[in-house]
């Protein structure tokens, strides 16, 4: 492990586009449920079932009960090495990109400038009918909050399962991830489409790309670097 990570240190001191792709194992330190494991449930209810919107269309009371209870839990949370190691890279690298697929604000918390939200964030919410998004940090919205504009009922303005993420976003995370040198590929199970695919188009591009996260992957066997731990602990060494 020791010659592998001063090799992969060397190989981000050398690079000067970095581009770093992160899931809830990132978050996962600082007390935040992953999708799956043991995060993957909320009072018997599949996560994977609830962040839909026929879930939404179906039960609206019910999917905003799930994630007012994520938006309390993570108000008291906060960010932890791995999110920080990433912000004093970004300040001293010319290009740096952060692409995430976590929804917990944690990585703007922790003071990251150039990151893609692409999957959305738990702190935003979207209007159904007139589409307005606003910033809200209260931690409970209500049972069934409604647009202060038009009335319209609001939903968290996250990409559920079986939504497209939003054109401009991916565009630019997958221009991010075709022009770097270097991708480190940080906490997570890369099943999530078309976010996973991110790699692979950092390696098209001739990217050196390295999967730090607590177990392998599908994407494991594509990487030049693995390494298996938690990125709490490995992320600040590999940037200190
Ligand atoms: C789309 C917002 C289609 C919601 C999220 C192709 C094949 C098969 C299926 C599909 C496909 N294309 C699309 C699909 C369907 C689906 C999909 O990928 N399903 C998977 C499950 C197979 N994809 C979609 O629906 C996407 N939409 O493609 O649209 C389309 C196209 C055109 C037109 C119309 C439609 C939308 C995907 C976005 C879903 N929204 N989040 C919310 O959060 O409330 S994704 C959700 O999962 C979270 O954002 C989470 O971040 C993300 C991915 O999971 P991970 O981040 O990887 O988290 P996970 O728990 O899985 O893993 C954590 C990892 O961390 C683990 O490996 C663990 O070992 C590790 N770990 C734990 N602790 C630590 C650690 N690592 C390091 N340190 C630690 N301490
Ligand atoms: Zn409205």
Known sequence: MEKEISALKNAIKGAERVTVLTGAGISAESGVPT??????????????????PYAFERDPELVWEFYNWRRDLISKLTFNPAHKALVDLERIKPSFTLISQNVDGLHLLAGSKNLLEIHGNLWKVRCTRCNEITLDLSPDMGPLPKCKTCG???????????????????????????????????????????ASSLAFQAKDGGAIVAEINLEATPNSQF????FHGKAGEIVPRLLD
Do not use: Y
Request: hydrophobic content about 45%; aromatic content about 8%.
């Open 35 to 52: 999708f799956r494991g043991e995060g993957g449930l909320w009072r018997n209810h599949d996560v994977m079932e609830l962040a839909t």
């Open 152 to 194: 319209g009922l609001l939903r968290p303005h996250v990409v559920w399962f079986g939504e497209s993420l939003d054109g401009e976003l991916l565009n630019r995370a997958v221009d991010a991830s075709k022009n770097c040198d270097i991708m480190l590929v940080i906490g997570t199970s890369s099943v999530v489409q078309p």
């Open 223 to 226: 990487m030049d670097f693995a």
